[in-house]
């Protein structure tokens, strides 16, 4: 017996795919249902069908406002938001997986990057030019998180897009470490916007090699920034405290 498919499941497969390839991200609003029915060239019926059992996995969500690209990894980053908040231990492995991830996500994306990958990745490194010229340290921070986005997305290996989006998400929320903090210390955005060029650089020239080494140099420096941040801070909370330890004495 010859089964039909059904075209709503096609509609729905469809969409799937572009949700998991990232071409549908999280949090977009997708067109009104009948002009997204005339742009796929389905009727209504069909697409509401599809919409239907995509809702029921959980990967799209409907409001008043319309239909989005759910926020599917939320049952994990929020838990792990509040695990991993700005903790030493959690920041230190966080950056050591990173390293790893990042160096081969930075070479495949040299060898896998389309022409639509390394405009958009020429595109960001010219923003981020501009905002370093502005001095601008919270839009840098803010380009600087896009930059390792599309990065991931050159790689093409739908694994690492999904999972480096959750911790991206983090980042942006300052969860892990304060990257304002990162960017307004002294000489330190002329080296990131020098480490971010050279993993652009390498990824645009379709060279692996130094891909992967420019991405594990800036991760080390990164992550090396961030400890001497918290050092300096632990020493000034010393300070302050030998200032105010007159407050714990007797007779004060």
């Known amino acids: 017996m010859i089964r039909t498919i059904k075209l709503s499941d096609t509609i729905a497969e469809h969409l799937e795919k572009l949700i998991l390839e990232g071409v549908l991200r999280p949090g977009e609003r997708l067109a009104a249902e009948r002009e997204l029915a005339d742009r796929l060239q389905v009727s209504r019926v069909s697409l509401r069908e599809a919409l239907e059992k995509l809702q029921q996995k959980g990967l799209l ?3 008043k406002a ?3 690209v759910a926020q599917f990894l939320d049952p994990l980053s929020r838990p792990l938001a509040a695990l991993l ?3 030493p231990r959690a920041t230190a492995d966080y950056l050591e997986y990173r390293r790893i991830i990042e160096a081969q996500a930075a070479a495949m994306a040299a060898t896998r990057a389309t022409a ?3 405009q958009a990745i020429q595109a960001c490194c010219a923003a981020m030019r501009e905002a370093h010229v502005l001095e601008d340290p919270s839009a840098e921070a803010a380009i600087d998180a896009d930059l390792h986005q599309l990065v991931y997305e050159a790689a093409h290996n739908v694994v690492v897009l999904h999972v480096m989006r959750v911790f991206s998400e983090l980042l942006r929320n300052d969860v892990l470490y304060n990257r304002n903090h990162l960017y307004r210390r002294h000489g330190v955005r002329d080296q990131l916007l020098a480490q971010h060029l050279a993993i652009a650089d390498a990824i645009l020239a379709g060279d692996p090699a130094a891909a992967e080494k ?5 991760i080390g420096f990164t992550s090396n920034t961030i400890d001497a941040i918290r050092l300096d801070q632990a020493r ?4 302050q405290q030998r200032v105010t330890r007159s407050d714990l004495l007797a007779g004060s």
């Open 116 to 118: 639509v990958d390394r």
């Open 214 to 218: 420019a991405a594990a140099a800036h």
């Open 85 to 87: 908040a700005d903790t």
């Open 66 to 68: 319309g239909t989005v």
């Open 236 to 239: 000034t909370e010393t300070s």
């Open 61 to 63: 969500s409907t409001s």
